[in-house]
């Protein structure tokens, strides 16, 4: 299987509530990213991780946080939902010494928040 | 940091027709290069990668053109069909940071019969 599963697709969230969602793949790579793309905007890396150690981007930083419990999963955290968090949430994944390998795409999960 | 500007944001063309899709980057570092395509309710597939300075690549029904001198990346869809009908997004890394990938907004390309 040679895909990125994203769980769930769709996610209805209140104000003020966590999100949690979820990313696996089951091809050994090494570092796994998340992508937020809301309407007419290009897609924009939220945070990666390369085996266990995770990059944050610094505008993002403080509103997303991650785990890597295994290399195979990578979840994305929001402590409390704002409206501002409505959006499409991309994950991807490749292998980090494999310079001509392009970042492989779930399907995305759908977050509104209400 | 890296800016990827997408032309045109919407593109509605008669099947058969040509179909040009142009992304300009401000990095001069920037060495890969990468389309995707994306059908509505799918994931962003890869549809060509492009590494070398100036380059053509070719793929079915479509040609991707690189040329660092102007740092401007374009997509030529040489004879348009309803199947194409999706929303293309280039997207733009440097060496240290293949991964991490600067994508452009995104044409979204309607191919009517």
């Known amino acids: 299987d040679t895909t990125v599963k994203q769980n769930p697709r769709y996610k209805l969230a209140r104000v003020g509530k966590p999100v949690n969602l979820i990313c696996s793949q089951t091809m050994n790579h090494d570092t796994m990213y998340w992508y937020q793309k809301k309407p007419n905007q290009a897609p924009k890396l939220l945070l990666f991780y390369y085996d266990k150690i995770l990059n944050r981007e610094a505008d993002t930083f403080e509103k997303f946080q991650s785990s890597r419990p295994n290399n195979s999963f990578c979840s994305l955290y929001i402590g409390s939902a704002g409206l501002e968090y409505s959006a499409m949430y991309l994950c991807?994944?490749?292998?980090?010494?494999?310079?001509?390998?392009?970042?492989?795409f779930g399907e995305g999960t759908r977050l509104s928040v209400l | 940091g890296e800016q990827v500007e997408q032309r045109p944001p919407h593109l509605s063309v008669r099947e058969g027709d040509s179909a040009v899709i142009t992304c300009t980057y401000t990095d001069p570092n920037s060495y890969y290069f990468f389309w995707y395509k994306q059908e509505p309710g799918a994931s962003l597939q890869l549809l060509m990668k492009?590494?070398?300075?100036?380059e053509i690549n070719e793929g079915q029904g479509f040609t991707v053109l690189l040329n660092k001198k102007d740092k401007r990346l374009s997509l030529n869809l040489t004879a348009a069909h309803p199947g194409d009908s999706a929303a293309y997004f280039c997207a733009v890394s440097g060496t240290q940071v293949v991964g991490q990938l600067t994508f452009g907004r995104g044409t979204r390309l309607q191919v009517y019969a």
């Open positions: 492009v590494f070398s300075s100036t």
């Open positions: 991807a994944s490749r292998n980090r010494g494999e310079n001509n390998q392009a970042p492989l």
